[in-house]
């Protein structure tokens, strides 16, 4: 079974400095999608960015990108220019690109906070 | 924009109750997932389905059911509460089809408190 690891549970950020989160993961597979997901307090889940394996360019969307390593099993998530905004619950998440493989995979969080 | 509405957002029940949180998406979803999370655990699925009267057992399928009667509409159940089950409830939905990168979609979540 896949297994994802987010293995800082917390971390701090000064406002407009880059932070990156750290996340490693576990499969047998070669072809999969990752996701880097965002919890603001008291507000609903949203997709901050997505990776699919085959594809050797890491993933950007604005402020955040991604630092995808396959052979290391590594999807680390950079926030630039960090706003209070971005403060958040953040989790990582896999899933197979197999068909019928619907569900996606969670790590356990890691609450970012970012200091004025 | 996709929209997934839990029906409540808080909700307290005692031991023992039956409980029904209720999930409905407008995107003309095929899969619908319930997750549970905790603090420290991050999100460990219970449920899912991928179409109308399926279900499949997720992780954490025990205390729970499940019902899809309707493609826009997915139901968990607590047959009979404890205060174990005392957490954070998230509905998601996605399209199926071929596969590609399809996020989920989440509600708001609905915090459960048994007592």
């Known amino acids: 079974a896949q297994t994802v690891t987010q293995s800082q549970p917390e971390m701090s950020v000064q406002e407009a400095e880059t932070v990156t989160l750290s996340c490693t993961y576990d499969t047998s597979e070669s072809d999969y999608y990752l996701f880097w997901y965002k919890q603001p307090p008291s507000r609903q889940m949203i997709l901050v960015i997505r990776q699919e394996a085959y594809k050797q360019q890491n993933a950007t969307e604005n402020r955040f990108s991604v630092n995808f390593q396959k052979a290391a099993k590594s999807f680390s998530l950079k926030i630039s220019d960090s706003q209070l905004g971005d403060a958040a619950m953040y989790f990582c998440?896999?899933?197979?690109?197999?068909?019928?493989?619907?569900?996606?995979?969670f790590g356990k969080g890691m609450k970012l906070t970012v200091n004025p | 924009d996709v929209k997934v509405t839990q029906s409540s957002r808080y909700l307290v029940k005692r031991t023992g109750e039956k409980v029904f949180l209720e999930c409905v998406q407008d995107?003309?979803?095929?899969?619908m997932f319930w997750y549970r999370q905790d603090p420290g655990l991050g999100l460990r699925l219970i449920y899912f389905?991928?179409?109308?009267?399926?279900?499949e057992k997720g992780d954490i399928p025990e205390g729970y059911s499940v019902s899809r009667e309707k493609k826009e509409r997915f139901s968990l159940i607590l047959e009979s509460a404890s205060t174990n089950q005392t957490s954070m409830y998230l509905c998601?939905?996605?399209?199926?089809?071929?596969?590609?990168?399809?996020?989920?979609?989440f509600g708001n979540g609905t915090r459960l408190t048994v007592t």
């Open positions: 389905s991928y179409d109308v009267k399926m279900k």
């Open positions: 998601a939905s996605t399209s199926q089809g071929a596969a590609n990168i399809r996020p989920l979609h």
């Open positions: 995107m003309d979803h095929e899969n």
């Open positions: 998440a896999y899933r197979s690109a197999k068909g019928g493989s619907e569900k996606l995979v």
